[in-house]
């Protein structure tokens, strides 16, 4: 079995299966039902895609696998462009094996794969590889080069090539649409609770501690150094958060500040954490830290000590967001 090096050992895929795109094909997972996209977020609207998946695959005797590609397109598409991903490979995976899939099969979204016709992509990859039994996609899909290929083309190829073809229509609540898009402004807008709700869970951010300047430290709030994704819009501000350490079931409550740091030297944007009643060094360790509520925006105070006075009610803030906040959004 081939495991993401990134999990090795932590147990969260579960008994998930990760195969590149070079890989042989397990046996067990010929003729598998397949689900076929990008999952940025892996939102609701890839959940339910994800659920149709194991349960057309639990009905036939099959395994259910997804494929998905890496990098991302729009990094091979604009690579001078920084493109927000919500979820890198290692956290997509991860939500992912939560839904209850067998397999995913990562390709590797070069200009090799890009430049695939739609026929190719279906005959090479998902026939040729995967040894397709059933394609479950989404209603706007698209593939091959040119994007040229559609959920009616690949309902037209599994009828000459002999697999089945699920197309699920679009997803959303109170008229909106799950789109990884609005989960991006929601984020940019400080609306974690929003983005939240059409994820189906917290957003979060995963990274070693790295060293900061222990200006927390002095003023009685130690905090941990987080690197936000590439190209990450979020609004500035203070935030409620739960932070993981390694690979622990028991999240730590805390108050997160993401930007410039007007007061001290008005810098890059940065994710630093205060864990609330946690006494401990964290430095080189791995953590994950989800977004709960905004508290407040970003400001520039007049002294150190005026902002430690602001700090402490940021704290009593974040204190009773998170005791009202379910594990689960």
Known sequence: ?????????????????????????????????????????????HKALLRATTERARSDGRQAGVVLFEPHPRELFQPDEPHFRLTPLHEKLRLIAREGLDFSAVLTFDKALAGLSAAAFIEDLLVGWLHIGHVVVGYDFCFGRGRSGTTETLQTAGLALGFGTTVLPEQG????????????????????????????HWWRVSGRVEPGARIGRDLGFPT??????????????????????????????????????????????????????????????????????????????????????????????ARAILAAAPAVP
């Open 173 to 200: 609540e109170a008229g909106a649409v799950f789109s990884s898009t609005a989960i991006r402004r929601s984020l940019a807008q400080g609306d974690v609770a929003g983005a939240a709700r059409a994820l189906g």
């Open 224 to 317: 941990i150094n987080i690197d936000l994704p590439r190209g990450a819009v979020l609004m500035h501000g203070i935030y409620a958060a739960r932070v993981t350490i390694g690979d622990g079931q028991h999240p730590h409550d805390g108050a997160a500040y993401f930007g410039t740091r007007p007061t001290v030297d008005a810098g890059a944007p940065r994710l630093e954490v205060f864990l609330i009643d946690f006494d401990g060094d964290l430095y080189g360790r791995e953590v994950s830290v989800e977004l709960i509520g905004y508290i407040r925006a970003d400001q520039a105070f007049a002294s150190l000590e005026e902002m430690r006075t602001q700090m402490v009610a940021d704290c009593a803030q």
């Open 1 to 45: 079995m081939r495991v993401y090096s990134g999990f090795e050992g932590t147990g969260e895929l579960g008994a998930m299966q990760v195969l590149r795109q070079y890989d042989e094909m397990p046996a067990s997972a010929r003729r598998g039902v397949v689900a076929i996209g990008n999952f940025d977020g892996v939102h609701r609207g």
